[in-house]
């Protein structure tokens, strides 16, 4: 019982005192500032080529895609032409 009252004790003195207040924002900014700096890493330059990479694909395909002709119009177009 008497380490139960101990610790009652010290939760009371723990209660009483106040939570120590320290201000990191200017740290906490600082830090983002300079992570927000030094972007430039291997991979950010892998991602960029990929990124170029892939615009480039999606030109080809774009254009592939409005040039594509269905295969049986030009089955249809044969018969047209002898039914004429």
């Not at 430039?40 to 170029?52: C, G, N, Q």
Request: aromatic letters at 6%; hydrophobic letters at 55%; zero cysteines.
């Amino acid at each position: 019982m008497a380490e139960l009252d101990a610790i009652e004790r010290l939760a009371a003195a723990a209660r009483g005192e106040a939570a120590p207040t320290t201000d990191v924002a200017d740290r906490v900014l600082e830090r983002i500032r300079h992570r927000q700096a030094s972007r430039r890493t291997p991979l950010a330059y892998v991602a960029m080529v990929s990124a170029a990479a892939a615009a480039a694909v999606l030109v080809f395909a774009a254009q592939a895609w409005i040039t594509w002709n269905d295969p049986l119009v030009e089955l249809f177009s044969q018969i047209t032409l002898v039914t004429q």
